[in-house]
């Protein structure tokens, strides 16, 4: 591989001062940019968190009243989704894709631009809902009608905030399909790809796909609602069922988009640590694709309650578990990898095995909530609560975390503080479990989602889980000490930073030069 | 400020999309506090069209002006290809979401709500049958009254022949561009967005028509209202943003802007305007025929 021309020209060229992040086409900028929003969206969405958290330490009402509750889960849920976990992952994209591809930018890059400065605009008329009249959506971030059409005020804005962020998705995955297909160096194949970059490939199409569904599904909420049309609306004909078939045909490939760009970013960073290439390249590629192509296919496994014709129950119990063949070879390729390498436990890699780990438990517990008839017991219980969260945090955050440890030194130039990562790592680790590992036993028992009062015997587990979720929330907060004390200064981070990191980014100084690839290497 | 980085142009910040932002922004804030009874919010409505359409100039004019200077190259002019296929997808899946709504209630919600396969109806609309429950239908609760539907035969159809008129003209434009023949370019194109007009003058006419005392369909006509007026008004918009993309190709046209073999924009607006063809045998089809 040759090196590439570093060009220090440009760096004059950028404009200086707060305009410059206002008005960058640059893919690295606009990466940056990307991450820490989501990192402050990570804060929001976690406060909210801990008034879930605090509200439920004990049982009976003793923090906030019911309707406040009510926008905390909502707007939780919509801020992690589409505010911290997507534009991590968007962000990522980035920072890598033009690096890992040896491309000099991102394919489009003033649309690259818009995809981000979309983002604040959406979110800040999202939050600006808590103070309307009737205060913040609280219908729950699935927007089911005809709760959802009671909101207040906030109403109108939830949609079109959902519409902005549609947009912005769709744009960033465009560019992210147009830059791996148009973009790679001479010599990047396909199947040479980094799987970062096929994993995000993939997803992208997946969001070109579906955002789109979500949009439409929420403009017939509004028109619903402000237009007299009858979707969901059973005396004019129609079905509250039908949104939601239409929100989870787009809800379940979206909770792949929240999770494949994490399975990319493992499989980067366990082959590093375990000294030994990927196990499985190719099968990796066609799992990712394969539980793309599932996920198209599973969406009623969210309404199994709702009342659908047997063979549905059937079809949709047995689809969904067809999924986890695809990815039963992908934790096998990851163990694989490790098996016989010369491992080392540095922070990317920890936070690697934990989601390798914890993530699995998440998957064994879809695959219980697959099973139809006994998702009629743990529907809309906290069981659900643990399933997803150890999918979401234990699975896309910490891959997240990851990655923001094993890249930060090629970002920033400097190496993280070790010690403070490790800290990071089994305080998180401990404490999530501690948080969500007892939801397993709530909902099993029978306390319901989105409830903020229970009954005494659910007391114990309670207070166990939101004791976790503070000691968790208190923890991240030494992530941001650790990122921006590296950001500020640190050891000198060489080129490679890792000893067995592979790949183009890796062969750019550290930090990369503005543009990455001037001239384009040569792949061999 | 711009540079060429081993042949691919990366432009160097832009201030478009930040406007573009703030436009949109404006837009939707003054839409929504419009539908929450605010007053002053069409006017906050129409500062942000007017902001929006400045941004378009504004980017579109840079994007054409750097077109023109020759700073793309082919891997550029390939971005922009793929780039403007995948946003179709898009719409295309967009478009799925409405049909997906109008299957969905004819083949499953309509049915049962008449008794077909469950019982529910007996407790709740049990004076709603399979007669009543027969397409074209707003409902056991009958919603906005009775209506009655349009004839496919007559504007409908005439519609159809004018789009599918326009994709013929639109290709003969294409070889004549290509043929560098810029008189019967321009003359195709002109036919190309006369007949796009002439489609859009007819769907209003049709729209008043509905509305009208005769046909009594509106939006709030319940199910059948809502997915017409949905499809073929989501449809009816995208012809005009076609027709206005149209109309400012044909300028360019005029104006010499593309080569025989350098005019993706020409490309892109066509592929626009046969995708808007393409979504229109479909509401023909499954809107108005079946
Ligand atoms: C082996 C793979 C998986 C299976 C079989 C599976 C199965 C399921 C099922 C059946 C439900 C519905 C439970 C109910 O509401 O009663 C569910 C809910 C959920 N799953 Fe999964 N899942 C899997 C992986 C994932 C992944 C990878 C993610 C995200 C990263 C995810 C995120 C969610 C979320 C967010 C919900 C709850 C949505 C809501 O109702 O708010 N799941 N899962
Ligand atoms: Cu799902």
Redesign the interface.
């Known amino acids: 591989m040759s090196t590439a021309t570093t060009h220090d020209t440009h760096h004059a060229e950028h404009q200086s001062g707060l305009l410059r992040w206002v008005f960058t086409t640059n893919h690295k900028d606009i990466g940056t940019l990307y991450l820490l929003f989501s990192l402050l969206m990570f804060f929001v969405g976690g406060a909210m968190a801990m008034v879930i958290r605090a509200e439920l330490f004990q049982p009976g009402m003793q923090v906030v009243d019911p309707m406040f509750f009510n926008q905390m889960t909502t707007m939780h849920a919509l801020i992690m989704i589409f505010g911290a976990v997507m534009p991590a992952f968007v962000g990522l994209a980035n920072w890598l894709i033009p690096m890992m591809i040896g491309a000099p930018d991102m394919a489009l890059p003033r649309m690259n631009n818009w995809s981000f400065w979309i983002l604040p605009f959406a979110f800040a008329m999202l939050l600006s809902t808590l103070l309307m009249a009737g205060g913040a959506p609280a219908g729950g971030w699935t927007m089911y009608p005809p709760l959802v059409l009671q909101t207040g005020d906030a109403f109108p804005f939830l949609i079109f905030s959902v519409h902005l962020m549609g947009i912005s998705s769709i744009m960033g995955a465009i560019n992210v399909v147009v830059t791996i297909v148009n973009m790679r160096a001479p010599g990047m194949t396909l199947m040479k790809m980094p799987l970062f970059v096929w994993t995000w490939l993939i997803t992208a199409y997946l969001l070109i796909a579906v955002m789109p569904v979500l949009a439409g599904a929420v403009t017939m909420l509004l028109t619903d609602k402000f237009f007299d049309t009858s979707f969901f609306n059973a005396a004019g004909g129609g079905d509250p069922v039908m949104f939601q078939h239409i929100f989870w045909f787009f809800g379940h490939p979206e909770v792949y988009i929240l999770i494949l760009p994490a399975f990319g970013i493992v499989s980067q960073i366990i082959p590093t640590f375990a000294r030994k290439p990927l196990f499985g390249y190719s099968s990796m590629v066609y799992a990712t694709a394969s539980i793309a192509f599932l996920s198209f296919i599973v969406w009623a496994h969210h309404m199994f309650t709702v009342g659908m014709p047997l063979t549905g129950e059937l079809f949709f119990m047995y689809a969904t578990m067809l999924i986890a063949v695809p990815t039963g070879v992908k934790v096998f390729n990851w163990v694989s990898t490790m098996w016989r390498g010369s491992m080392t436990f540095e922070t990317p890699m920890l936070f690697a095995l934990g989601f390798v780990v914890m993530f699995t438990i998440g998957g064994f517990s879809g695959l219980m909530l697959a099973i139809a008839p006994v998702d009629f017991q743990y529907h809309d219980t906290y069981f659900v609560v643990a399933h997803f969260h150890y999918v979401l945090v234990t699975g896309a955050i910490f891959a997240i975390m990851a990655a923001a440890y094993y890249w930060l030194p090629k970002w920033t130039g400097h190496m993280y503080n070790e010690t403070l990562g490790k800290w990071h790592f089994w305080l998180s680790t401990l404490f999530v479990n501690v948080l969500f590992f007892p939801q397993h036993f709530l909902g099993l028992a029978g306390m319901p989602r989105r409830i903020p009062d229970y009954s005494v015997q659910f007391a114990e587990f309670n207070m166990i889980s939101s004791l976790g979720g503070f000691a968790y929330g208190l923890t991240q907060l030494l992530f941001v000490y650790i990122v921006f004390q590296t950001i500020r200064g640190g050891a000198k981070a060489t080129d490679q930073v890792w000893e067995g990191a592979k790949g183009l980014e890796w062969t750019l100084p550290s930090p990369p030069p503005y543009h990455s690839f001037e001239t384009a290497p040569q792949i061999k | 400020?711009s540079?060429t980085?081993?042949g691919?142009y990366?432009?160097?910040?832009?201030?478009?999309?930040?406007l573009?932002?703030?436009g949109?922004?404006t837009l939707?804030?003054g839409?929504?506090s419009l539908?929450?009874g605010a007053s002053g919010a069409t006017m906050l409505m129409g500062i942000g069209v007017l902001i929006t359409l400045v941004m378009l100039f504004g980017?579109f004019g840079t994007v054409i002006n750097e077109s023109l200077k020759g700073m793309y190259n082919d891997?550029v002019d390939?971005?922009f290809r793929?780039?403007m296929s995948?946003?179709i997808?898009?719409?295309v899946?967009?478009?799925?979401?409405?049909f997906?709504?109008l299957f969905?209630?004819r083949i499953?919600?309509?049915p049962?709500?008449a008794g077909e396969?469950?019982s529910t109806n007996q407790h709740?609309?049990p004076n709603f049958d399979a007669d009543s429950?027969a397409w074209p239908?707003?409902?056991?609760?009958a919603?906005?009254g009775e209506f009655s539907v349009l004839d496919p035969w007559k504007i409908p159809a005439l519609n159809t022949l004018l789009l599918l008129s326009s994709g013929v003209t639109i290709t003969l434009a294409h070889w004549a561009l290509k043929k560098g023949n810029r008189g019967a370019l321009v003359g195709w194109m002109v036919a190309t967005v006369a007949l796009g007009l002439t489609f859009l003058g007819f769907q209003v006419y049709e729209y008043i028509e509905a509305y009208g005392e005769h046909h009594n369909l509106?939006?709030?006509s319940?199910?059948?209202?809502?997915?017409f007026?949905?499809l073929t008004g989501f449809h009816g918009f995208h012809v005009t943003l076609g027709a206005i993309m149209l109309a400012v190709i044909t300028i360019r046209c005029a104006k010499g802007h593309f080569s025989h073999d350098n005019h993706f924009a020409f490309e892109a607006v066509a592929w626009y305007w046969h995708f808007v063809d393409v979504v229109w045998l479909g509401l023909f089809i499954f809107v108005y025929l079946v």
């Open positions: 400020m540079a980085h081993g691919y990366v432009p160097h910040g832009s201030h478009w999309p930040i573009g932002s703030i949109l922004t939707l804030v839409f929504a539908l929450n980017w891997q390939r971005s793929w780039g995948w946003f997808f898009s719409e899946m967009f478009f799925a979401a409405f997906g709504a969905y209630a499953y919600s309509v049962w709500l396969d469950v709740l609309w429950a239908t707003n409902g056991p609760a919603l906005g509106t939006l709030g319940g199910i059948y209202g809502s997915t007026f949905m």
